[in-house]
């Protein structure tokens, strides 16, 4: 079994911030979840007549991917389009956990996550797994580092492109500014406000 070498301290910060950064991104996640259960209650309307007057258009046929799934040990492929690290990760990760060679539940569930994080070049989900092993944590390459930090950017920018959501404003706000903000919010939401009281009158009269 392979037990990889204590991981330096920049490799450990490293996985201490993306860690933060990913819970960070789940609890504003979580958050904007509620928040736009409210924002649609509050302007379930309006939402209404966007949907009526905005038809959505047919999403494009997406075709089937065909994805190999490993068979046994020595039948995992490699994939050369990622660092070289994910696929040494993820063999050791088989050999302690494949269903062909292991019993145990909890470890066979390590290996099915461990598969699609490789399918995905998922390098952080390959690395908590490991941990969760106790296989330790492996010497990162610089090319690695360089990947954990696009990921922590990642997750900033995406916590920052949740903030500027309707939803997350309105959430964050209304209370302070109820008036003000929903005119802003319709604003936002490109309402024209005399053709959406034509089309609540006619709602209502057909009601």
Same mark, same amino acid.
């Given at each position: 079994?392979?037990?990889?070498?204590?991981?330096?301290?920049?490799?450990?910060?490293?996985?201490?911030?993306?860690?933060?950064?990913?819970? @960070?991104?789940?609890?504003?996640?979580?958050?904007?979840?509620?928040?736009?259960?409210?924002?649609?209650?509050?302007?379930?309307?309006?939402?209404?007549?966007? !949907?009526?007057?905005?038809?959505?258009?047919?999403?494009?046929?997406?075709?089937?991917?065909?994805?190999?799934?490993?068979?046994?040990?020595?039948?995992?492929?490699?994939?050369?389009?990622?660092?070289?690290?994910?696929?040494?990760?993820?063999?050791?990760?088989?050999?302690?956990?494949?269903?062909?060679?292991?019993?145990?539940? @909890?470890?066979? !569930?390590?290996?099915?996550?461990?598969?699609?994080?490789?399918?995905?070049? $998922?390098?952080?989900?390959?690395?908590?797994?490991? $941990?969760? /092993?106790? /296989? %330790?944590?492996?010497?990162? !390459?610089?090319?690695?580092?360089?990947?954990?930090?696009?990921?922590?950017?990642?997750?900033?920018?995406?916590?920052?492109?949740?903030?500027?959501?309707?939803?997350?404003?309105? %959430?964050?706000?209304?209370? $302070?500014?109820? /008036?003000?903000?929903? $005119?802003?919010?319709?604003?936002?939401?490109?309402?024209?406000?005399?053709?959406?009281?034509?089309?609540?009158?006619?709602?209502?009269? !057909? %009601?």
């Amino acid at each position: 079994m392979a037990t990889y070498i204590v991981a330096s301290k920049r490799t450990k910060k490293l996985m201490l911030q993306v860690q933060y950064a990913t819970l @960070d991104l789940q609890e504003v996640l979580e958050i904007f979840e509620e928040y736009r259960k409210i924002f649609e209650f509050e302007f379930q309307r309006e939402l209404q007549y966007l !949907s009526h007057v905005n038809k959505p258009k047919p999403l494009p046929n997406i075709p089937n991917i065909k994805r190999v799934k490993p068979t046994g040990e020595n039948k995992i492929p490699d994939r050369p389009d990622i660092p070289k690290e994910i696929n040494k990760i993820y063999r050791d990760i088989a050999k302690i956990s494949h269903p062909d060679i292991c019993h145990n539940e @909890d470890k066979i !569930s390590a290996f099915k996550r461990a598969s699609n994080a490789h399918i995905e070049g $998922d390098l952080l989900e390959l690395l908590l797994i490991c $941990d969760e /092993l106790n /296989l %330790g944590m492996p010497e990162l !390459s610089e090319e690695t580092q360089a990947i954990i930090l696009q990921h922590i950017n990642k997750c900033n920018d995406k916590i920052h492109n949740v903030k500027q959501r309707a939803a997350w404003v309105w %959430g964050e706000n209304h209370q $302070d500014n109820y /008036l003000e903000l929903r $005119d802003k919010m319709l604003d936002a939401l490109k309402v024209d406000k005399n053709k959406f009281n034509e089309w609540l009158n006619a709602q209502h009269q !057909s %009601g």
